[in-house]
């Protein structure tokens, strides 16, 4: 009973993770629309790994090769994951780019089988493809085709389908508050290097209110506090279902942009909402099996 009820806690902190990561996309795209995308990372990750060494301080003692190693890993599969979506974007349109992106829900469990032998549930299983119908509903408006922003794109949600599954693992084996820093840290130092590389500028940007308020809000909210609890609660949960809950992530965006911007859902687009919902609701519920006694 004690572990169902750090499982659900878990879930419910990870959802609070989906939905900051929703309502700051917005945020982020204007964002990007006035700074470069790889200057922009490189300021928000660093803003979040400052932050994050004052939160970890206190356990840099338990610092070890395993714990930056993991740490360097994880990094190294977030900014991978960011960096392909991004050249994807370049070659296709954003709504078919969130849809692949959002195969991850799928990419998860299967790959954490191949890799580790994870076992599949039933629930998990249909809970996926209730998700992935309501990712294409909700996310899609152009036909799929396979092309080179198809192609990176798919490589970045089975990014992130790494950084998920190896979360779970690393964070039973090293200290969560080191393991977040050390991420956070690489993703801040390979940002930098991508925005001095491919970035027409990355120090000599527009420093107005709109620049320091999408910094600010999603270092603390879409990094340090998502990736923080991601890390922690996957010590309770499976990496199956992390993804499940995630794909929250672009009903949340939604409802978020109808409520700031007046951006409505067309009744398509609210059909594949509910499914991601109902999709959440079927990786939470338990099946009991009737017994059925004879005399």
């Known amino acids: 009973m004690k572990s169902k009820l750090y499982e659900l806690r878990a879930d419910l902190l990870l959802l609070s993770v989906a939905i900051a990561w929703g309502v700051t996309f917005l945020m982020v795209q204007d964002a990007i629309n006035t700074t470069p995308v790889y200057a922009f990372l490189f300021f928000r990750f660093a803003l979040a790994s400052i932050l994050m060494f004052f939160i970890a301080y206190r356990y840099l003692n ?4 395993k714990t930056i190693l993991y740490g360097v890993i994880l990094g190294t599969f977030l900014f991978s994951a960011f960096a392909t979506q991004t050249f994807g974007l370049l070659y296709t349109k954003s709504s078919i780019v969130a849809f692949i992106t959002g195969l991850n829900v799928i990419c998860v469990p299967f790959l954490g089988y191949l890799i580790f032998k994870d076992h599949i549930s ?12 309501g990712l294409y509903l909700l996310t899609m408006s152009g036909a799929l085709t396979i092309g080179v922003g198809e192609f990176l794109t798919l490589i970045c949600a089975l990014l992130f389908a790494l950084q998920i599954i190896f979360t779970g693992k690393f964070s039973k084996e090293v200290n969560v508050y080191l393991l977040v820093l050390f991420q956070l840290i690489t993703v801040s130092i390979l940002s930098l290097a991508f925005s001095l590389t491919l970035d027409d500028v990355t120090f000599n940007l527009n420093y107005d209110y709109a620049f320091f308020k999408a910094v600010l809000i999603t270092a603390v909210f879409a990094t340090v506090y998502a990736f923080l609890i991601q890390t922690y609660m996957q010590q309770f949960t499976t990496a199956a279902k992390t993804a499940i809950i995630f794909t929250i992530e672009p009903v949340s965006a939604a409802i978020y942009a109808y409520l700031a911007v007046g951006e409505v859902l067309s009744s398509i687009q609210l059909i594949g909402a509910i499914l991601i919902i109902l999709a959440t609701l079927i990786a939470e519920l338990k099946f009991k099996k009737r017994i059925k006694h004879t005399l």
């Open 62 to 65: 338990e610092i070890t090769k």
């Open 122 to 133: 039933k629930k998990v299983f249909i809970a996926t493809i209730v998700a992935v119908i």
